[in-house]
Protein backbone atom coordinates (compact mmCIF):
# COMPACT_ATOMS: atom_id res chain seq x y z
CA UNK A 1 0.00 0.00 0.00
CA UNK A 2 1.42 3.58 -0.95
CA UNK A 3 1.85 6.12 1.54
CA UNK A 4 -1.35 8.31 0.39
CA UNK A 5 -3.71 5.61 0.61
CA UNK A 6 -2.19 5.02 4.07
CA UNK A 7 -2.55 8.37 5.15
CA UNK A 8 -6.50 8.37 3.69
CA UNK A 9 -7.05 5.26 5.57
CA UNK A 10 -5.22 7.30 8.86
CA UNK A 11 -7.53 10.22 7.72
CA UNK A 12 -10.68 8.13 7.69
CA UNK A 13 -9.99 6.15 11.25
CA UNK A 14 -9.78 9.73 12.75
CA UNK A 15 -13.07 10.63 11.64
CA UNK A 16 -14.37 7.34 12.63
CA UNK A 17 -12.79 8.03 16.25
CA UNK A 18 -14.15 11.83 16.19
CA UNK A 19 -17.64 10.57 15.35
CA UNK A 20 -17.30 7.77 18.47
CA UNK A 21 -16.34 10.40 21.08
CA UNK A 22 -19.30 12.24 19.80
CA UNK A 23 -21.86 9.36 19.59
CA UNK A 24 -20.39 9.42 23.55
CA UNK A 25 -21.43 12.57 24.72
CA UNK A 26 -24.87 12.92 26.49
CA UNK A 27 -27.48 12.93 24.33
CA UNK A 28 -28.86 16.54 24.92
CA UNK A 29 -26.34 18.57 26.90
CA UNK A 30 -26.97 22.14 28.39
CA UNK A 31 -24.10 23.38 26.18
CA UNK A 32 -22.04 22.10 23.40
CA UNK A 33 -18.54 21.34 22.77
CA UNK A 34 -17.52 20.96 19.43
CA UNK A 35 -13.56 21.30 17.31
CA UNK A 36 -16.06 21.83 14.20
CA UNK A 37 -13.55 24.68 12.72
CA UNK A 38 -10.22 25.16 11.42
CA UNK A 39 -7.43 24.38 14.21
CA UNK A 40 -10.40 22.01 16.47
CA UNK A 41 -8.54 19.78 18.48
CA UNK A 42 -10.08 17.95 21.61
CA UNK A 43 -11.38 14.65 22.94
CA UNK A 44 -14.41 14.62 25.16
CA UNK A 45 -14.06 11.97 27.60
CA UNK A 46 -17.57 12.87 29.90
CA UNK A 47 -19.34 15.40 31.08
CA UNK A 48 -21.19 15.35 34.34
CA UNK A 49 -23.36 18.30 35.53
CA UNK A 50 -20.77 21.26 35.45
CA UNK A 51 -17.47 19.25 34.80
CA UNK A 52 -16.04 18.27 31.75
CA UNK A 53 -13.17 15.73 31.28
CA UNK A 54 -11.37 15.79 27.95
CA UNK A 55 -7.51 14.89 26.48
CA UNK A 56 -5.93 15.75 23.65
CA UNK A 57 -6.44 14.45 20.35
CA UNK A 58 -3.70 12.34 19.25
CA UNK A 59 -3.99 11.39 15.77
CA UNK A 60 -1.51 9.87 13.94
CA UNK A 61 0.99 11.30 16.75
CA UNK A 62 3.78 9.10 18.34
CA UNK A 63 3.35 9.26 21.86
CA UNK A 64 2.15 12.01 23.77
CA UNK A 65 1.82 16.28 22.79
CA UNK A 66 -0.04 19.08 24.11
CA UNK A 67 -1.62 21.19 21.73
CA UNK A 68 -5.65 21.51 22.16
CA UNK A 69 -8.55 23.91 20.77
CA UNK A 70 -12.00 23.47 21.45
CA UNK A 71 -15.45 25.60 21.18
CA UNK A 72 -18.09 26.07 24.06
CA UNK A 73 -21.91 27.46 23.19
CA UNK A 74 -24.88 27.38 25.09
CA UNK A 75 -22.73 28.08 28.52
CA UNK A 76 -23.67 31.63 28.92
CA UNK A 77 -24.20 32.34 32.66
CA UNK A 78 -22.44 29.12 33.11
CA UNK A 79 -19.28 28.32 35.35
CA UNK A 80 -17.80 25.11 33.44
CA UNK A 81 -14.80 23.04 34.72
CA UNK A 82 -12.29 21.66 32.67
CA UNK A 83 -10.08 18.57 33.71
CA UNK A 84 -7.41 17.21 31.85
CA UNK A 85 -7.10 13.77 32.20
CA UNK A 86 -3.64 13.15 30.39
CA UNK A 87 -0.61 15.39 32.05
CA UNK A 88 -0.42 19.45 32.27
CA UNK A 89 -1.09 20.58 28.78
CA UNK A 90 -2.21 23.77 29.89
CA UNK A 91 -0.03 27.00 29.43
CA UNK A 92 2.26 29.15 31.86
CA UNK A 93 -0.37 31.71 30.68
CA UNK A 94 -3.28 29.27 31.43
CA UNK A 95 -5.18 28.76 28.79
CA UNK A 96 -6.21 31.55 25.92
CA UNK A 97 -9.33 32.49 25.14
CA UNK A 98 -11.62 33.88 22.09
CA UNK A 99 -14.56 35.65 21.77
CA UNK A 100 -14.82 36.04 18.21
CA UNK A 101 -14.58 32.58 16.76
CA UNK A 102 -10.41 32.54 16.27
CA UNK A 103 -9.99 36.21 14.91
CA UNK A 104 -8.55 37.44 18.30
CA UNK A 105 -7.16 35.91 21.57
CA UNK A 106 -6.26 36.84 25.52
CA UNK A 107 -4.44 34.41 28.10
CA UNK A 108 -6.75 33.86 31.18
CA UNK A 109 -4.14 33.58 33.38
CA UNK A 110 -2.05 30.41 35.19
CA UNK A 111 -3.72 28.06 36.69
CA UNK A 112 -3.05 26.14 39.70
CA UNK A 113 -2.01 22.61 38.28
CA UNK A 114 -1.73 23.34 34.77
CA UNK A 115 -4.30 20.31 34.31
CA UNK A 116 -7.57 21.51 34.76
CA UNK A 117 -9.18 24.98 34.43
CA UNK A 118 -12.74 26.67 35.31
CA UNK A 119 -14.59 29.77 33.27
CA UNK A 120 -17.47 31.46 34.29
CA UNK A 121 -19.15 32.65 30.90
CA UNK A 122 -19.98 36.22 30.33
CA UNK A 123 -24.41 36.29 29.96
CA UNK A 124 -23.69 37.39 26.79
CA UNK A 125 -20.83 34.56 25.53
CA UNK A 126 -22.73 32.52 23.05
CA UNK A 127 -19.47 31.04 22.22
CA UNK A 128 -16.12 31.05 23.43
CA UNK A 129 -12.84 29.20 21.99
CA UNK A 130 -10.36 27.82 24.81
CA UNK A 131 -6.64 26.84 23.31
CA UNK A 132 -3.37 25.47 24.37
CA UNK A 133 -2.17 29.11 22.93
CA UNK A 134 -3.67 31.04 19.92
CA UNK A 135 -3.87 29.36 16.71
CA UNK A 136 -3.35 30.71 12.95
CA UNK A 137 -4.94 29.76 9.98
CA UNK A 138 -5.15 30.10 6.31
CA UNK A 139 -7.81 32.86 7.60
CA UNK A 140 -5.72 34.50 9.81
CA UNK A 141 -3.30 34.71 6.77
CA UNK A 142 -6.12 35.60 4.82
CA UNK A 143 -7.08 38.61 6.74
CA UNK A 144 -3.52 39.71 7.21
CA UNK A 145 -2.67 40.08 3.54
CA UNK A 146 -6.34 41.57 3.23
CA UNK A 147 -4.59 44.62 5.41
CA UNK A 148 -1.32 44.73 3.44
CA UNK A 149 -3.20 45.20 0.21
CA UNK A 150 -2.29 45.30 -3.30
CA UNK A 151 1.59 45.57 -2.88
CA UNK A 152 4.04 45.27 -6.25
CA UNK A 153 6.81 43.95 -3.42
CA UNK A 154 4.68 40.91 -2.00
CA UNK A 155 3.27 38.23 -4.69
CA UNK A 156 1.12 35.49 -3.69
CA UNK A 157 1.95 32.03 -4.66
CA UNK A 158 0.92 28.27 -4.33
CA UNK A 159 3.83 26.31 -3.69
CA UNK A 160 1.92 22.89 -4.00
CA UNK A 161 -1.45 21.08 -3.12
CA UNK A 162 -1.47 18.87 0.50
CA UNK A 163 -2.57 15.71 0.75
CA UNK A 164 -5.90 16.51 1.44
CA UNK A 165 -5.69 19.02 -1.62
CA UNK A 166 -5.33 22.06 -0.16
CA UNK A 167 -3.72 24.99 -1.62
CA UNK A 168 0.15 25.34 0.25
CA UNK A 169 0.70 29.19 0.28
CA UNK A 170 4.34 30.76 -0.55
CA UNK A 171 4.98 34.80 -0.14
CA UNK A 172 7.53 36.34 -2.04
CA UNK A 173 8.73 39.73 -1.24
CA UNK A 174 10.88 42.76 -1.12
CA UNK A 175 13.06 43.27 -4.53
CA UNK A 176 10.52 40.00 -6.67
CA UNK A 177 11.13 42.43 -9.76
CA UNK A 178 14.85 42.00 -11.62
CA UNK A 179 17.84 39.98 -9.48
CA UNK A 180 18.52 40.88 -5.57
CA UNK A 181 21.24 40.77 -4.12
CA UNK A 182 20.13 38.22 -1.49
CA UNK A 183 17.60 35.88 -0.92
CA UNK A 184 16.59 34.76 2.49
CA UNK A 185 14.05 31.64 3.37
CA UNK A 186 11.26 31.66 5.86
CA UNK A 187 9.97 28.62 6.63
CA UNK A 188 6.86 28.54 9.69
CA UNK A 189 4.59 25.49 11.19
CA UNK A 190 6.94 22.22 9.99
CA UNK A 191 5.08 21.58 13.37
CA UNK A 192 1.79 22.94 12.76
CA UNK A 193 0.54 23.00 16.55
CA UNK A 194 3.50 26.21 16.96
CA UNK A 195 0.98 28.91 15.70
CA UNK A 196 2.99 31.59 18.01
CA UNK A 197 5.41 31.30 14.74
CA UNK A 198 2.90 32.73 12.35
CA UNK A 199 2.33 36.42 14.05
CA UNK A 200 6.28 36.75 14.36
CA UNK A 201 6.24 36.61 10.55
CA UNK A 202 3.81 38.88 9.81
CA UNK A 203 5.72 41.22 12.11
CA UNK A 204 8.78 39.85 9.17
CA UNK A 205 6.78 40.24 6.46
CA UNK A 206 5.30 44.28 7.47
CA UNK A 207 8.82 45.28 7.86
CA UNK A 208 10.02 43.91 4.34
CA UNK A 209 6.94 45.87 3.20
CA UNK A 210 7.02 49.04 5.23
CA UNK A 211 7.54 52.67 3.64
CA UNK A 212 10.59 52.97 6.28
CA UNK A 213 14.78 52.89 5.53
CA UNK A 214 14.36 49.16 6.64
CA UNK A 215 11.59 48.25 4.22
CA UNK A 216 12.92 50.07 1.63
CA UNK A 217 16.29 48.38 1.79
CA UNK A 218 14.72 45.01 1.73
CA UNK A 219 12.57 45.66 -1.32
CA UNK A 220 15.71 47.44 -3.45
CA UNK A 221 17.95 44.05 -2.17
CA UNK A 222 16.54 41.17 -0.63
CA UNK A 223 13.88 38.57 -2.61
CA UNK A 224 12.62 36.85 0.83
CA UNK A 225 10.53 33.58 0.11
CA UNK A 226 8.35 32.83 3.25
CA UNK A 227 6.42 29.37 3.28
CA UNK A 228 3.47 30.38 5.68
CA UNK A 229 2.25 26.43 6.46
CA UNK A 230 4.94 24.04 5.71
CA UNK A 231 2.36 21.60 6.88
CA UNK A 232 -0.88 22.69 6.02
CA UNK A 233 -3.53 20.02 6.20
CA UNK A 234 -2.49 20.05 10.06
CA UNK A 235 -2.79 23.76 10.33
CA UNK A 236 -6.37 23.72 9.38
CA UNK A 237 -7.12 19.91 10.86
CA UNK A 238 -5.97 20.89 14.32
CA UNK A 239 -3.09 18.11 14.42
CA UNK A 240 -0.18 18.11 16.70
CA UNK A 241 2.30 17.86 14.13
CA UNK A 242 4.99 17.16 16.49
CA UNK A 243 6.10 13.25 16.20
CA UNK A 244 3.81 13.03 13.35
CA UNK A 245 3.25 9.40 11.80
CA UNK A 246 5.01 8.08 9.44
CA UNK A 247 7.11 11.34 9.80
CA UNK A 248 7.51 14.84 11.01
CA UNK A 249 7.59 17.55 8.38
CA UNK A 250 11.01 18.71 10.47
CA UNK A 251 12.39 15.61 9.96
CA UNK A 252 11.46 15.19 6.46
CA UNK A 253 14.23 17.32 4.36
CA UNK A 254 15.14 14.02 2.42
CA UNK A 255 15.23 12.10 -0.80
CA UNK A 256 12.75 10.05 0.11
CA UNK A 257 10.20 12.86 1.50
CA UNK A 258 6.88 11.69 2.04
CA UNK A 259 5.26 15.05 2.13
CA UNK A 260 4.14 17.38 -0.61
CA UNK A 261 5.22 20.46 1.11
CA UNK A 262 8.39 19.29 1.86
CA UNK A 263 8.85 17.58 -1.64
CA UNK A 264 8.27 20.87 -3.07
CA UNK A 265 10.90 22.85 -1.12
CA UNK A 266 13.51 20.87 -1.82
CA UNK A 267 12.52 21.25 -5.91
CA UNK A 268 11.55 24.87 -5.49
CA UNK A 269 14.15 26.85 -3.21
CA UNK A 270 17.68 25.73 -4.84
CA UNK A 271 15.82 26.81 -8.66
CA UNK A 272 15.09 30.15 -7.09
CA UNK A 273 17.95 30.53 -4.68
CA UNK A 274 20.30 30.71 -7.81
CA UNK A 275 23.01 30.78 -5.38
CA UNK A 276 22.14 33.82 -3.60
CA UNK A 277 19.94 32.27 -0.43
CA UNK A 278 22.58 33.86 1.99
CA UNK A 279 20.21 33.10 5.02
CA UNK A 280 17.27 30.52 6.26
CA UNK A 281 15.06 30.64 8.94
CA UNK A 282 12.79 28.09 10.17
CA UNK A 283 10.52 29.30 12.99
CA UNK A 284 9.79 26.84 15.99
CA UNK A 285 7.97 27.22 19.53
CA UNK A 286 9.42 24.62 22.28
CA UNK A 287 7.96 22.44 24.94
CA UNK A 288 5.36 23.91 27.02
CA UNK A 289 7.64 25.07 30.32
CA UNK A 290 11.14 25.87 31.73
CA UNK A 291 14.46 25.65 30.74
CA UNK A 292 14.63 26.35 27.14
CA UNK A 293 10.97 26.64 26.73
CA UNK A 294 10.49 30.53 27.85
CA UNK A 295 13.48 32.42 26.20
CA UNK A 296 13.99 32.82 22.46
CA UNK A 297 17.68 30.76 21.04
CA UNK A 298 18.94 30.16 18.27
CA UNK A 299 19.36 25.83 17.77
CA UNK A 300 22.64 25.52 16.71
CA UNK A 301 22.98 23.52 13.08
CA UNK A 302 25.41 20.67 13.44
CA UNK A 303 27.37 21.93 10.51
CA UNK A 304 30.10 23.49 12.09
CA UNK A 305 31.01 26.47 9.81
CA UNK A 306 27.38 27.80 10.44
CA UNK A 307 27.41 27.94 14.40
CA UNK A 308 30.29 31.44 14.13
CA UNK A 309 27.68 32.52 11.59
CA UNK A 310 24.45 31.70 14.11
CA UNK A 311 26.49 33.63 17.21
CA UNK A 312 27.31 36.13 14.90
CA UNK A 313 23.16 37.12 13.83
CA UNK A 314 22.95 36.21 17.78
CA UNK A 315 24.79 39.48 18.91
CA UNK A 316 23.43 41.20 16.26
CA UNK A 317 19.78 40.91 17.44
CA UNK A 318 20.58 41.12 20.79
CA UNK A 319 22.08 44.52 19.72
CA UNK A 320 19.62 45.83 17.50
CA UNK A 321 16.38 44.26 19.35
CA UNK A 322 13.63 47.02 20.69
CA UNK A 323 10.58 44.89 21.58
CA UNK A 324 9.11 44.10 24.64
CA UNK A 325 10.57 40.40 24.54
CA UNK A 326 14.25 40.24 25.15
CA UNK A 327 16.82 37.78 23.43
CA UNK A 328 20.18 36.81 24.89
CA UNK A 329 22.55 35.63 22.85
CA UNK A 330 23.87 33.13 25.38
CA UNK A 331 20.44 31.22 25.36
CA UNK A 332 21.59 29.53 22.10
CA UNK A 333 21.80 26.40 22.03
CA UNK A 334 24.77 25.17 20.43
CA UNK A 335 24.76 21.53 18.20
CA UNK A 336 25.88 18.56 20.92
CA UNK A 337 24.38 20.27 23.95
CA UNK A 338 21.15 19.66 25.63
CA UNK A 339 18.27 17.80 23.20
CA UNK A 340 20.15 19.02 20.02
CA UNK A 341 22.15 16.16 20.07
CA UNK A 342 22.85 13.85 16.60
CA UNK A 343 20.17 11.28 18.38
CA UNK A 344 17.44 13.68 18.20
CA UNK A 345 17.60 13.63 14.60
CA UNK A 346 17.73 9.95 13.46
CA UNK A 347 14.65 10.11 11.46
CA UNK A 348 15.54 11.94 9.18
CA UNK A 349 16.69 15.58 8.25
CA UNK A 350 15.90 18.51 9.39
CA UNK A 351 14.56 21.75 7.20
CA UNK A 352 17.57 24.12 9.06
CA UNK A 353 20.51 21.17 8.23
CA UNK A 354 18.74 20.70 4.96
CA UNK A 355 19.25 24.51 4.15
CA UNK A 356 22.80 24.54 5.57
CA UNK A 357 23.64 22.53 2.32
CA UNK A 358 22.44 24.76 -0.12
CA UNK A 359 24.88 26.65 -2.47
CA UNK A 360 25.40 29.85 -1.24
CA UNK A 361 24.28 30.00 1.86
CA UNK A 362 26.11 31.14 4.82
CA UNK A 363 23.21 30.80 7.81
CA UNK A 364 20.76 28.62 8.13
CA UNK A 365 19.15 28.05 11.77
CA UNK A 366 16.07 27.16 13.70
CA UNK A 367 14.92 30.09 16.30
CA UNK A 368 12.68 28.56 19.18
CA UNK A 369 10.10 31.12 20.17
CA UNK A 370 7.76 30.29 22.78
CA UNK A 371 4.14 29.96 23.53
CA UNK A 372 3.66 32.36 26.13
CA UNK A 373 6.15 33.61 28.04
CA UNK A 374 9.98 35.13 27.53
CA UNK A 375 11.48 35.45 30.49
CA UNK A 376 8.65 37.02 31.99
CA UNK A 377 7.12 39.01 29.00
CA UNK A 378 4.41 37.76 27.80
CA UNK A 379 4.07 36.55 24.36
CA UNK A 380 0.76 37.64 22.22
CA UNK A 381 0.01 38.56 18.74
CA UNK A 382 1.47 42.01 19.23
CA UNK A 383 4.89 41.01 21.05
CA UNK A 384 5.45 38.64 18.56
CA UNK A 385 4.75 40.64 15.26
CA UNK A 386 7.46 42.94 17.55
CA UNK A 387 9.96 39.97 17.14
CA UNK A 388 9.32 39.96 13.78
CA UNK A 389 10.23 43.26 13.63
CA UNK A 390 13.85 42.87 15.27
CA UNK A 391 14.42 39.97 13.00
CA UNK A 392 14.26 42.05 10.01
CA UNK A 393 16.41 44.46 11.23
CA UNK A 394 18.74 41.76 12.36
CA UNK A 395 18.46 40.07 8.63
CA UNK A 396 18.98 43.64 7.13
CA UNK A 397 22.58 44.07 9.39
CA UNK A 398 23.41 40.93 8.79
CA UNK A 399 23.27 40.81 5.06
CA UNK A 400 24.99 44.38 5.01
CA UNK A 401 27.84 42.40 6.37
CA UNK A 402 27.77 39.38 4.08
CA UNK A 403 29.56 38.85 0.98
Known amino acids: MNFTAKYLLASLFCVLVGISNVHALPANPAFQIDTNFPSGNIVVEKIEGDTVNVRTDLRDTEGWWFYWCFRVRGAAGKTLTFNFSENTPIGVRGPAASFDEGTTWKWLGKTADNKSFSYTFPANAESVRFSFGMP ?33 EQLRLGKVNGEPKFRV ?32 WFRKNVEMLVIPFVDKDGVEDGDQGK ?82 LVYHATNNLPF ?16 ARWAGGLPGIKLATTIEFPYANVLGGEVNADTARAFGRDLARSIREYLEATQ
Open 243 to 324: NRRPRDHNRDYDTNSVHPETRAIQNFVPKWSAGKLRLAIDLHCPHIRGDYNEFIYLVGNSRPEIWPEQERFGKILERVQTGP
Open 136 to 168: YTEANLKTFLTRIGKNSALKQETLCQSHKGRAV
Open 336 to 351: GQKWNKAANYTAGTSG
Open 185 to 216: LITCRAHCCEMMTSYVAEGLIESALANDPDGK
